[in-house]
């Protein structure tokens, strides 16, 4: 018996890196895949010769006896993704959980950033990873309130550029600290309908990856190969991950790390003990960050 016989799974940008190698654990643990992907560049312009990479992945999972079909929508089309959800609940009869991987980058620094390299990266990774699991909640939500079983999962994807910021990627990072946060809203919301929502941030040699200068080894085992963070993926669509919810885990090689979230290191309060002062917060901010010039006397 596989961890995920009989489940349901929504993986986009499937066809290449962490999407693919997500599709083929899911379905090497028995998963049923629908592979969406677009076939687009790192930049996100489409890409239309050769093969399609989502095909060439249900051809891999269907060699190994699995099951999985293709879907080439874009994960920002409102509608597209409402059909998805749906035709994949008619067609299998249910979908379980839904693992949001699409996106592509358009690095530049804020002075050379345009509006439409900032929306594009924003639609693609933000509103395309809330739009999946908008559709895929409500569906959820109905079959709770009809009184049948529900274990549904949502797995996002953050990165480091997110968590702890990139310089170029204003428009990346941005996105990617939202999706960490709409995690934790996802879960807070959707726990009383028996859902679950946690957000891996994978340390891996990709396309984006190998964009800015970090690319994996060759020899034996590899710690930023994509595949290093599938398992946590699969194991998070399980049933038996159901009483973990609203975490970012970030996956680096052989090590699965929990982040924690936003806390308060210190606070300064106002002299008066009412609203702070301009004329206070010259050395009342400098006390709150123990930055202090020399000779400077603090009373």
Not at 34 to 44: A, F, M, R, T, Y
Not at 86 to 99: P, Q
Not at 223 to 231: G, H, T, V, Y
Request: proline share 3%; with cysteine.
């Amino acid at each position: 018996m596989g961890l995920l016989d009989g489940r349901v799974v929504i993986v986009t940008g499937a066809g290449r890196g962490l999407g693919r190698a997500h599709a083929l654990e899911l379905a090497r643990n028995g998963a049923v895949v629908v592979v969406n992907d677009l076939n687009v560049s790192l930049q996100g312009q489409a890409e239309v010769d050769g093969p399609s990479p989502a095909d060439e992945v249900v051809a891999e999972i269907e060699a190994m006896g699995g099951t999985a079909v293709t879907n080439g929508s874009s994960v920002s089309d409102w509608n597209a993704m409402e059909a998805l959800v749906a035709d994949t609940v008619e067609r299998f009869g249910d979908l379980h959980a839904v693992v949001n991987n699409a996106g592509f980058l358009r690095d530049r620094m804020m002075t050379s950033m345009s509006e439409q390299d900032f929306d594009a990266v924003i639609e693609v990774h933000l509103k395309g990873s809330f739009t999946v699991a908008r559709h895929a909640c409500s569906y959820w939500r109905t079959q709770e309130k009809a009184g049948k079983p529900v274990s549904g999962r949502i797995v996002n994807t953050t990165s480091g550029a997110g968590l702890w910021g990139n310089v170029g990627q204003a428009n990346y990072a941005s996105a990617k600290a939202g999706i960490a946060m709409m995690t934790v809203i996802e879960a807070m919301e959707m726990q009383r309908y028996g859902v679950t929502a946690n957000c891996i941030s994978p340390i891996a040699a990709t396309r984006m990856l190998g964009s800015i200068g970090m690319e994996g080894g060759s020899d034996g085992w590899d710690r930023l190969d994509p595949e290093n963070a599938s398992p946590v993926v699969a194991w998070l669509c399980s049933e038996e991950s159901g009483w973990l919810t609203g975490q970012v885990l970030r996956v680096d090689g052989h090590k699965l790390i929990k982040v924690g979230g936003y806390t308060i290191d210190a606070e300064y309060e106002s002299k008066s003990g009412e609203m702070l002062t301009v004329e206070e917060l010259s050395v009342g901010v400098r006390k709150l960050f123990g930055v202090f010039p020399p000779g400077l006397v603090i009373k």
